[in-house]
């Protein structure tokens, strides 16, 4: 009987220790502070983060986040456009370091146009070709809140990301 319990204590403990260790595996490993400027990994499809604590609400028009360490890349949204159009994207940041933006993707062309990177206010109107584009949040090591709003021309077409 000594044995089965001392057998069910290791095989225990194995699992305990198996699950810290992936855990901890799980939270920075493939993210680095160079991810902010990285413009192939905001080029790629997929989408990579990890947030301690988020708090987000997401409309077609408008998001507001607030979070604490966040890394990685979040699609927010994806536009459309079969012929050209504007977009007018207004952002309101107050993170705690640089290491922060928003950018737009222009998956067709491979182009990533910042909107706002660390703190503060941006307000322009992009001209978009006929494409498919995505707005992305993206950070290292980041906490703060930010708000963003979207007025979209006649021929853009805006889909929210699907939340996790």
């Known amino acids: 009987m000594k044995q089965t319990i001392r057998l069910v204590a290791i095989i225990s403990l194995c699992f305990v220790l198996a699950s810290c260790t992936f855990l901890g ?6 993210y680095s502070p160079d991810l902010v400027d990285d413009k192939e990994r905001m080029l790629q499809a997929g989408d990579s ?5 988020r708090d987000i609400s997401l409309t077609n028009r408008s998001a507001n986040l607030s979070f604490r360490g ?3 890349i979040e699609t927010l949204y994806r536009l459309g456009c079969d012929q050209s ?3 007018t994207i207004t952002t309101s ?4 370091t640089t290491r922060y933006k928003l950018v737009l993707v222009d998956t067709v062309r491979e182009e ?4 706002i990177q660390g703190s503060g206010y941006a307000s322009h109107t992009h001209n978009l070709k006929a494409g498919r584009y995505h707005i992305k949040t993206v950070g290292y090591d980041v906490g703060g809140t930010v708000s963003m ?6 021929g853009v077409t805006v889909s929210t990301q699907s939340m996790r």
């Open 93 to 96: 940041s107050s993170v705690d």
């Open 49 to 53: 983060f990890f947030y301690r604590n």
């Open 25 to 30: 595996n799980l939270s920075l490993g493939s």
């Open 85 to 87: 159009g504007t977009v």
């Open 70 to 72: 966040f890394h990685g």
């Open 112 to 115: 990533v146009i910042t909107l």
């Open 149 to 154: 709003s979207l007025s979209a021309g006649q």
